[in-house]
């Protein structure tokens, strides 16, 4: 049934029984099963033990339900390779040990390594061979930008100040790091997609921190090269931003199949700037998850209401779910977006 997951035809805008859901972030701190087993291993034990990774990426899809499974990985694995060390900080997220900062920073950056991230794509095999066409199976990286801003900043920041620096006084400097970001990512997708993966998504989770003429000038070329270079490995792409009302249009631009919407606009709002030419996914508030199920089913109807049953929606989140997030509330949205579907066709 591979290629006929109700996921995949929503990506591809195809007519679907009922609007697919799955969730970013689906596997992570707020589910038990992930606890426990982060209690033995490290997040990036766990991301280099694809037996572990299958693991997670499964028990997660099949506890709630949804209709696809993202591989158990993080956003910052090319960086290894790359030739930055990092590692997760409690309490404090990422910290790249020497950031770049300056043009021999970026010329001494790897990019004959890719091979290395090979223990996703085995990862994805197992997921695959687990679900066999029934779920659609996700693979993802990050886009240039927001990869470039965690090599550059260090970590996570609030105004990318060391990023954009560099965007402005050395365009060569910048232009050679997301050269060489494209390269390394275009590899490591196709492992992914030769492993199995249905759909990539490409996370620009921060590019939102850019103004429209500097998005226009220092991320879209480089982030449209990628989403091209995957769609021609014969796989539909989804590109995810947060705090990008004002950069939709040129975001669809790339010609990515499916655009991941934020829920600081309404999703029929967020659709009509992408353009009725892209699938979208979104765009519940995660925070959302800790309401009442009468408000949390509002939220969820306003959505599918915007949405309106056009072919080409995923219902999703607009950002990952967060920790102490009740799962069971999680589930009763999977329930709810099921029901909408079941209702609609009697
Ligand atoms: O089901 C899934 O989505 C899990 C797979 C996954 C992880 N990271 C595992 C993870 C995915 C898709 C990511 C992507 C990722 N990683 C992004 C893009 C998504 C987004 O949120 O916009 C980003 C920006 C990162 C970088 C990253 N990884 C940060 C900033 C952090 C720390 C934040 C925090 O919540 O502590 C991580 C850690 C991380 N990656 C966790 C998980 C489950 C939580 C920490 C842990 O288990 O120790």
Redesign the pocket.
Do not use: M, N
């Given at each position: 049934m591979t290629g006929e997951s109700r996921f995949l035809r929503a990506c591809l805008r195809q007519p679907v029984d009922r609007t697919p859901v799955w969730f970013?972030?689906?596997?992570?701190?707020y589910m038990q099963e992930?606890r426990e087993v982060?209690r033995h291993h490290t997040?990036v034990e766990i991301c280099k033990q694809p037996e572990l990774a299958a693991d997670v990426?499964i028990t997660?899809a099949e506890k709630l339900g949804v209709d696809a499974a993202?591989?158990?990985?993080?956003?910052?694995l090319p960086l290894e390779p790359m030739g930055l060390d990092f590692e997760?900080q409690a309490g404090e997220?990422?910290v790249v040990h020497r950031p770049v900062r300056s043009a021999p920073d970026v010329l001494a950056l790897r990019t004959d390594r890719a091979g290395e991230l090979e223990y996703v794509a085995r990862a994805i095999e197992k997921v695959a061979a687990h679900f066999r066409g029934q779920l659609g199976i996700i693979g993802?990286c990050?886009a240039p930008f927001?990869l470039a801003s965690?090599m550059i900043e260090g970590g996570?920041s609030r105004s990318y100040i060391e990023t954009k620096k560099m965007m402005y006084r050395d365009p060569s400097a910048w232009n050679l790091l997301l050269e060489k970001l494209v390269a390394v990512l275009t590899a490591y997708c196709r492992q992914q997609v030769e492993a199995g993966a249905d759909v990539i998504q490409i996370?620009d989770?921060?590019v939102g921190s850019l103004s429209l003429s500097d998005y226009r000038e220092y991320a879209f070329e480089a982030s449209k090269r990628l989403v091209r270079a995957v769609q021609e490995m014969g796989v539909p792409v989804i590109y995810?931003g947060?705090e990008t009302a004002g950069l939709l249009p040129q975001m669809a631009a790339t010609g990515a199949d499916v655009i991941g919407l934020d829920w600081r606009q309404p999703l029929d709002e967020g659709w009509r700037a992408v353009g009725a030419g892209h699938a979208v996914q979104g765009n519940l508030d995660p925070v959302t998850l800790f309401a009442p199920l009468e408000v949390l089913e509002e939220r969820v109807r306003e959505v599918l209401r915007a949405a309106a049953g056009r072919p080409g929606h995923i219902f999703n989140l607009g950002?990952?779910i967060v920790?102490g997030t009740p799962v069971e509330n999680v589930q009763a949205v999977v329930r709810m977006v099921k029901e909408a579907g079941n209702r609609n066709r009697e």
């Open positions: 970013l972030r689906q596997a992570g701190r992930y982060r997040l990426t997660a993202i591989i158990f990985a993080d956003l910052l997760f997220g990422p993802f990050g927001t965690y996570s996370f989770s921060w995810f947060v950002h990952g920790p």
